[in-house]
């Protein structure tokens, strides 16, 4: 039988949801201390295929084979490993916190893949939130002259976020009828067989030794928080609140991770790459207004 679930449970839902999205980046950066980042990417996705059909299996869930449903778990890899190539690449460049600002930005991307591909259109404050995102992101990339945040950093995080915004393009278009939890464990299968025949090319870079407790620690946590968890919570949370509610945690996610990444990983920003930050994040509330003010009368 399905159950409504409490206000305090979906109010716990959103904060785990939040919490998970602002860590991640920090438990790439982490897990890629001991290990190649193509490694690191290819273990996450090895590890996360058996624990996310177990759950297929403990919830019943059907696992369509038809051909449309196998183009949607195509399209949906795409923002699984397609995108997290790119993500994992940038740790070289990029602080933790840096990251998941890039990440803010898929609202945008995603508002200008609408417009200009699928002529949708956009009120005057979307427009000039972009405006606003995109001065920052260049005062971020003038300030960031330390190794935390480097110009070919944030243009490996964009391309990240422009396939991962394309992939849900792609996705919503095949729009296979399918639970999520089959999508998402079918978006991993073939996540995983990108990552084999990846192998070839990176195994000389193939760990020799056991990895420290921070690597694994962070190779654990994308496996278990960033890919499974957080997809509980975020179709549970799909079900439960407005979508003005729940994209609010574009907003939110950046600057958690900014102040995360400082107290346990010591990135710093400089002064005038934290003014680009302030800017960024202004233009994303700009952009958000209309549901920033809709949620205030709304609780989620």
Known sequence: MNTVPSQNNIIFTYALLVLIWATTPLAIVWSVADLHPMWALSLRFFLALPFAFALLWIFKVHFPRDKLSLQSYVAGACSFIGSQIFIYWSTYYLSSGIIALMFGLAPIITGLIGRFVFNLKLALNQWLGMAIAVVGLAVICLGGSDHHIQPIGIGLALMSVLVYCAS???????????????????????????????????????????????????????????????????????????PSTLSLTTVLTPVIALIIGSLLNDEKLSGLAFVGVVILLSGLVLYFLKEIKASIHTRP
């Open 168 to 242: 849900m393009f792609w996705v919503k278009k095949i729009n296979a009828p399918m639970d999520p939890m089959a999508q998402a464990a079918g978006s991993i299968s073939i996540s995983v067989i990108f990552a084999a025949a990846m192998l070839p090319f990176i195994w000389q870079f193939a760990p020799t030794e056991m990895p420290h407790a921070k690597s694994l620690f962070g190779l654990g946590y994308a496996v278990i928080m960033a890919s499974l968890i957080a997809m509980f919570c975020y179709f549970k949370l799909v079900k439960n609140i407005k």
